[in-house]
């Protein structure tokens, strides 16, 4: 059952991945899934925006190196947003509250999590920046803190229904990783709902493969 | 650890500590129209929501309806057309949440938006109406703001 279920997380993880979830709050009423893979982690979330300004979602997060899984209630808050006819800056912030259970054959008994962190981005139809930041912790199975900087471009400017295309390069710093700070070129593909990103760890030589739905 | 823990609280404090709808209040760009009021059939209903009443009659030439195949069958249908700039509107997603909350009103007969002008082109159901203020509430649903809304000639660039 353990074994089952640790494959079905690992699964929804790899098959749902983001990690500096674009929108992280939608337009009321609207639904959102976001996936996140990266070095350390792969996630699901779905939300709900009841509000403009919140979305609040439950959300599964396998850590693949320290064998375990959290599961979690995850609202986001948009504490600012600002507007111009050609940019939009946002600045989020995000948290968590649930249950860490270990995967794997981890032994450990079930810990309350609690995580949260901010969000920030900038974007013209043509460039983006990002920053994020999340702290968690799981009581006996981690203390992490994590931080990461994106920046990219978008060779042409797509109108709507168009695919948009970016190329981003994504720099995350992780102080209890060996490698604490890695690099990850990215292309992330945009079309109406739905947004893909594929990458490539080039310090750790891992995969990266992110989505969000919307609707 | 605690350095992080601490930077993490102070950030979160310092965002909590931000208004709720700040979003709405300090977009300076969006303000800066309520300097050329024109009219006065605008009502009091929240500065930023009514500021596309503020601005619906300005004389200052947008950009026109984009003529997608829904929109000219609407118009050819004798719905009113109006164009909306709107504020922020920079990747599909925005373009999307326009879509879905403009989409759902029975009184839009036909809608696109376009990120190269950064306007909303609606075309409304013959006979319907959506007041400058509905159609600002709307785009604060949206998670966007107007800041100018033009109709009839003027959304057609066939004003003088």
């Known amino acids: 059952m353990t074994t089952a279920r640790t494959a079905l997380l690992l699964v929804i993880g790899c098959l749902t991945s983001i990690a500096a979830a674009a929108r992280p709050v939608s337009y009321t009423g609207g639904w959102t899934v976001i996936g996140e893979s990266d070095r350390q982690s792969s996630s699901a979330l779905v939300h709900y925006t009841p509000s403009p300004n919140m979305s609040l979602g439950l959300k599964t997060e396998v850590n693949r190196d320290s064998d375990f899984a959290i599961y979690s209630v995850h609202p986001t808050y948009l504490a600012k947003r600002w507007f111009d006819a050609n940019y939009q800056g946002n600045l989020y912030i995000h948290g968590g509250i649930g249950v860490a259970s270990g995967i794997n054959n981890n032994p450990q008994s079930d810990q309350m999590a609690l995580y949260g962190g901010v969000m920030a981005d900038w974007e013209t139809r043509s460039l983006f920046v990002g920053y994020r930041n999340r702290y968690l912790d799981a009581g006996d199975y981690a203390s992490q803190f994590m931080q990461a900087f994106r920046a990219g471009f978008a060779p042409y400017e797509g109108d709507s229904g168009d695919l948009h295309t970016w190329l981003m390069l994504e720099i995350d710093h992780r102080p209890s990783d060996p490698d604490s700070v890695t690099a990850t070129p990215l292309v992330r593909f945009f079309k109406g709902p739905l947004l893909i990103e594929a990458g490539y760890n080039l310090t750790v030589n891992q995969p990266l493969f992110n989505f969000t739905y919307r609707f | ?160």
């Open chain 2, 1 to 160: 650890m605690h350095l992080p823990v601490k930077t993490v609280l102070i950030t979160v404090a310092l965002g909590l500590y931000l208004p709720a709808n700040a979003q709405e209040h300090d977009d300076h760009a969006a303000h800066a129209t309520h300097d050329t009021h024109e009219h006065h059939d605008h009502n009091d209903q929240g500065a930023d929501s009514g500021q596309a009443s503020h601005d619906a009659h300005h004389t200052n030439a947008g950009p026109a309806i984009t003529r997608t195949e829904d929109i000219e069958s609407a118009l050819e249908q004798g719905g009113e057309p109006i164009v909306a700039d709107v504020l922020g509107v920079v990747c599909d997603f925005c373009a999307l949440a326009m879509n879905k909350i403009f989409g759902k009103r029975e009184e839009v007969a036909a809608i696109y938006v376009d990120l190269d002008t950064k306007a909303l082109s609606l075309v409304l159901v013959p006979g319907a109406s959506l007041s400058d203020q509905t159609i600002a509430e709307l785009a604060i649903q949206a998670g966007y703001r107007i800041a100018d809304v033009r109709r009839g000639d003027e959304a057609l660039g066939m004003a003088s």
